[in-house]
């Protein structure tokens, strides 16, 4: 007979990451094919019929990647229902960020008044968002996390190039978000594989600060404008075209399953025919995939989980079934991801209590970020009245000495 250790220490329990929280926004101001006529030579027809674009979202004045982050953030929490406070870590993929620093991250971090949660931004195109599934997976698998928010939110048309048809009728602005919860029950979030080749870099890209092209002021080198995104759309469609199948195909064989398991794959929207070429690819039906860039157009890093999120309302996830995830852009990088959906947790008699107290939450951020803005000003005007009351007494003094 064995006799139990108890200085042994315990056998560690499997930790899964489950998708238990998802919400998008979009801005209200749309701009249709018909209205891109007026400003860049193209037609309603042309772009639909090599895009499959009809519509897309255009960020308002007063509305910016954070700040649509930070509403389809809220809207994830509640479904979650998830306080603030919960919240371990912040992911926000991106590559139209607020600042260079702050991160993104951080800003939504303080307006949701998550004071407990570690928060980054991530930059890896239009394939950060799978990017940031799957570092905020890891993070829980390893014990150190319970709760990640993972945010794709982009403002995309404020870097085109408005004279560039090639790239300008395709983006679109948006965000969406989901909550991450450790569970010892299975499913989750079951594989990943992250790819990236950086000798294809040229064919999509913003230069920006520290660019090369800054040494350059004609832009003789390469012939790109600063801060403006250029695009070789054959090479990129035939780059996309190759790695869907392939990373989605690598993906299953991870998580064990095969492509008849599958009830959605959710692709980065960046083209109707890509997307039609990756169903041809893999030998299943079109309508597999969860598509609706025909209304937001490509909202790179954030447009996989406006689409998760429309396919959830649709009804097209059911507890159990798996779904992949597919991500390729700039960098150059690709990205896919198997889950197993469980959705969100039935209502409680305490989902009332948080709410309110979520509401709460992001109450006091305003009051603290108004009391913070209002002691700054007394702050500076009492500096002022010191500084004068300074330059007077040093006058006095002078007219002393005299």
């Not at 004279?163 to 990943?192: H, M, P, W, Y």
């Not at 959605?264 to 597999?288: D, M, T």
Request: hydrophobic share 40%; charged share 20%.
């Amino acid at each position: 007979m064995v006799t139990p250790n108890n200085d042994m220490p315990p056998i560690p329990t499997t930790r899964y990451a489950h998708i238990v929280g998802w919400g998008m926004a979009v801005p209200e101001t749309i701009l249709t094919n018909d209205d891109l006529e007026a400003i860049v030579d193209t037609s309603d027809d042309w772009i639909r019929s090599r895009t499959g674009i009809k519509e897309r979202r255009i960020a308002g004045e007063t509305e910016s990647t954070a700040s649509l982050g930070l509403k389809a953030a809220r809207k994830a929490l509640q479904v979650a229902d998830i306080l603030p406070t919960d919240i371990d870590l912040i992911v926000v993929a991106t590559s139209t960020p607020e600042n260079i620093f702050p991160s993104t991250a951080s800003l939504i971090q303080n307006w949701l008044g998550a004071n407990r949660a570690g928060a980054f931004d991530l930059s890896a195109a239009c394939s950060g968002f799978v990017y940031g599934l799957d570092m905020a997976a890891q993070s829980i698998r390893s014990g150190s996390m319970q709760v990640a928010l993972v945010i794709g939110a982009e403002t995309m048309t404020r870097v085109m190039d408005w004279q560039d048809r090639g790239t300008c009728i395709l983006f679109g602005d948006g965000a969406g978000a989901v909550v991450l919860k450790a569970s010892n029950v299975e499913g989750g979030v079951l594989s990943a594989v992250l790819r990236s080749d950086g000798s294809g870099g040229e064919m999509l890209g913003i230069p920006t600060v520290g660019s090369e092209d800054l040494y350059h002021s004609d832009f003789s080198t390469h012939g790109h404008k600063m801060h403006k995104m250029h695009m070789n759309g054959g090479e990129v469609f035939k780059f996309a075209t190759r790695v869907i199948a392939e990373s989605i195909q690598q993906a299953l064989v991870k998580a064990n399953i095969g492509i008849e398991d599958l009830s959605l794959i959710v692709p980065h929207q960046a083209n109707l025919r890509i997307i039609q070429a990756a169903a041809r690819s893999l030998k299943v039906e079109p309508e597999l995939f969860a598509v609706n860039l025909e209304r937001y157009g490509n909202t790179s890093a954030a447009s996989i989980p406006i689409a998760l999120c429309e396919a959830i309302d649709q009804k097209r996830l059911n507890s159990g079934e798996y779904a992949a995830f597919i991500g390729f852009g700039g960098g150059l990088t690709w990205a896919s991801m198997i889950i197993q959906w469980t959705g969100a947790k039935t209502p409680d008699a305490r989902s009332g209590i948080n709410q309110q107290r979520r509401q709460f939450s992001y109450m006091l951020v305003r009051w603290r970020t108004q009391w913070k803005r209002l002691n700054q000003q007394v702050s500076n005007f009492l500096e002022q009245i010191t500084f004068r009351r300074s330059r007077i007494q040093r006058l006095r003094d002078k007219v002393d000495q005299l």
